[in-house]
């Protein structure tokens, strides 16, 4: 297989799952490619297309999670079968924010945009609001999520973060960033 061609089908594959003007069909299609493994007959799949070009998997899908933040767009779920949030992104969390870090960041990675009233929701059954309110504080703070008013997504970097401020992304200026650096 052709670098270029993992590329583009890489390329058309994201593109899909946030561009405005994409069905609804293909959008989910594109999703389940990326997200839960499901491939079309006589396609290449996510995984192949990244080990062609030594892409780390994990790290285009969050980074895809970010461009969902950048975007604003909320998915009020991914398909049923996707696939857990990366593993070493769950355990970096789990060593900086403990196991509370780990489930609010695995919800806003299930549920891309999610609003932080149905994360207090869920996790008030395990955690008292204080405490919900101080891990999602730190976890925002580190980057590991991200939020746009109400809705939280799982960004796992956040390169506007700096020092804990976010700065308005499109509206400042900022050095041209290099994702994989940043892991």
């Known amino acids: 297989m052709e670098e270029a061609f993992a590329v583009r089908l890489l390329l058309k594959h994201i593109r899909n799952t946030f561009q405005l ?3 609804e069909r293909v959008r989910r299609k594109s999703i389940e490619w990326v997200f839960v493994g499901l491939t079309p007959p006589n396609e ?3 995984t192949t297309c990244c080990n062609m070009l030594g ?3 994990y790290v285009l899908k969050t980074r895809i999670h970010y461009e969902f933040y950048l975007r604003w767009i909320v998915y009020h779920e991914f398909p049923f079968l996707a696939l857990p ?3 070493e992104l769950k355990m970096e969390i789990f060593f900086t924010c403990g196991m509370e870090g ?3 960041a695995r919800h806003a990675w299930y549920h891309p945009g999610v609003d932080v009233a149905e994360i207090y ?3 008030s059954t395990i955690h008292s609001a204080a405490t919900i309110r101080e891990v999602l ?3 925002e703070h580190r980057g590991y999520i991200s939020r746009r008013v109400a809705n939280v997504y799982c960004t796992g970097r956040n390169p506007a973060k700096s020092d804990g401020v976010q700065c ?3 509206q400042v200026k900022q050095p041209r960033v290099i994702w994989s650096r940043l892991w």
Request: hydrophobic content about 40%; aromatic content about 4%.
């Open 21 to 23: 003007n994409t069905s």
């Open 44 to 46: 290449v799949d996510f």
């Open 55 to 57: 892409v780390r998997e």
């Open 85 to 87: 949030m990366p593993e």
């Open 102 to 104: 780990v489930d609010i």
């Open 121 to 123: 929701q869920r996790e």
């Open 137 to 139: 504080a730190d976890l």
């Open 168 to 170: 308005i992304e499109r």
